[in-house]
């Protein structure tokens, strides 16, 4: 059964630092995209950072752009979010997800997402 199960969320003051991770079992790791949504209280979900299958290809969310940096370590079989310069804007539920691509360049998610994790709290005090 294919799951994802992010850790690493916290609550943390502006300016600060905080890693997350999400690590993929049941799935084949080295042929999906993966990714980082978030929602917060009242809005939409909505895309943070993802990145193809092979680690070449990268994309972020003008928000966090210069702040967040995705990678992945695919003989791990996870995924990293390693956010900086957090702000009280980026409080949100953070959930990983993954989407099975042919392409080892793409790296953004299409409209349908295959797999979600169940999500981790990120609370940036001011």
């Known amino acids: 059964q294919e799951k994802l199960a992010e850790s690493g969320g916290g609550l943390v003051q502006a300016g600060g630092s905080l890693r997350l991770s999400c690590a993929a079992s049941?799935?084949?790791?080295?042929?999906?995209?993966m990714g980082w949504f978030r929602q917060a209280p009242g809005k939409d979900r909505e895309i943070v950072a993802s990145?193809?299958?092979?680690?070449?290809?990268?994309y972020y969310a003008d928000s966090v752009k210069g702040r967040f940096t995705i990678s992945r370590d695919n003989a791990k079989n996870t995924v990293y979010l390693q956010m900086n310069s957090l702000k009280p804007e980026d409080t949100a539920v953070y959930y990983c997800?993954?989407?099975?691509?042919?392409?080892?360049?793409?790296?953004?998610?299409?409209?349908?997402?295959?797999?979600w994790g169940q999500g981790t709290q990120v609370t940036v005090s001011s």
């Open positions: 997800a993954a989407e099975k691509a042919l392409s080892r360049l793409r790296s953004q998610f299409s409209t349908k997402v295959d797999y």
């Open positions: 049941g799935l084949t790791f080295n042929n999906v995209i």
């Open positions: 990145i193809s299958w092979s680690g070449i290809n990268t």
